[in-house]
């Protein structure tokens, strides 16, 4: 008796298979074909020398073992652990201030976020010639507002210990804001009865803050992490804008290195090796947070 209804029940379920599958193509597409192969073509092109020009030379771990022994490799990830030092604790902090700022119920609220998240929709090129404007040493909006309280400011671009905390500076300013609405939306998720109770019982709005609301925002923190880090190790567009890695290599972050080794010397098997480095340390990193955050988290707050 059960025969006759198994086969109508394995054929509705291969179709609710198929139709799944189906929904899924696209995206699995787009990942397989602008994340994975090319993440695959970088690590098979790491064992080649190619000059781009010449012919592709089959040289195995040769470049692995190069990259082991370049003093500018090593300078350019000691700027790029500087630069990612600056950044992430810069805009996770900034970005949860703006929130807390920003989660009230008050008129004009709305217009006043969307202002916040416009410095993350412009185009990073563009910014990099602002700030570069805003950075100049003799007509610059910055040291010519110092120079109103009879200050001299510096140059903060060619200055090789004021570069990097500027460049970091402007990532700051333009990830903050899009960083604000993940922390906006994790604290409006949290229940009003907690603050409530934690009101009731005599709570401080600081020890509340400390005590209910960060432990319940860790999810939307551990995102704002992860991808803080991917796209603080992967900065490149506004520091090639503002100091071309300068002064000197004070600016020359892993990416800089990647592309001087790429499109200056025209060694694009090297430039893949130090690729697949970046791959693995931007992987240990996040793979770390998120072992640090596992048995830290709580996801459900009902």
């Known amino acids: 008796m059960l025969r006759p209804t198994a086969r109508p029940r394995s054929r509705l379920a291969l179709r609710h298979g ?29 064992l080649f020398d190619w000059k781009l020009l ?17 003093e500018g490799v090593g300078h350019s990830l000691l700027v790029t652990v500087g630069y990612v030092l600056i950044c992430v604790p810069g805009t996770t902090i900034l970005s949860l201030l703006l929130a807390t700022l920003v ?10 976020r969307a202002l916040l998240v416009i410095p993350w929709m412009a185009a990073p090129v563009a910014l990099g010639l602002v700030w570069g404007w805003i950075f100049d040493p003799a007509r610059g909006a910055i040291n010519s507002f110092l120079g109103l309280f ?27 804001g899009y960083n604000m609405l993940f922390f906006l939306a994790g604290l409006q998720n949290i229940p009003e009865s907690l603050r409530e109770a934690s009101a009731l019982d005599g709570a401080s709005a600081v020890r509340h803050f400390f005590t209910i609301t960060m432990p ?46 790429a499109f200056e010397k025209f060694d694009f098997g090297y430039s893949s090796t130090i690729s697949v480095a970046l791959f693995v340390i931007i992987l240990a990193v996040s793979l770390a947070q998120f072992a640090y955050f596992e048995r830290r988290t709580t996801y459900d707050v009902s």
């Open 103 to 112: 989660n009230r119920k008050l008129k004009g609220m709305k217009y006043f």
């Open 150 to 176: 009879g200050i001299a400011g510096p140059a903060w671009l060619s200055t090789p210990e004021l570069a990097l905390p500027s460049v970091a500076a402007v990532h700051v300013w333009q990830f903050a």
């Open 54 to 70: 010449g012919t592709p030379r089959f040289i195995g771990l040769k470049n692995y073992a190069k990259l082991f022994g370049d």
């Open 216 to 261: 319940l925002l860790r999810p939307t923190l551990l995102f704002v992490l992860i991808t803080n880090v991917i796209g603080s190790f992967q900065a490149f567009d506004t520091i090639y804008v503002m100091t071309e890695g300068g002064p000197g290599d004070s600016t020359e972050v892993i990416t800089y290195h990647i592309y001087h080794q």
């Open 18 to 46: 198929l139709t799944g599958y189906a929904m899924l193509a696209p995206s699995m597409i787009g990942i397989l074909g602008f994340l994975l192969a090319p993440v695959l073509i970088v690590i098979i092109v790491s």
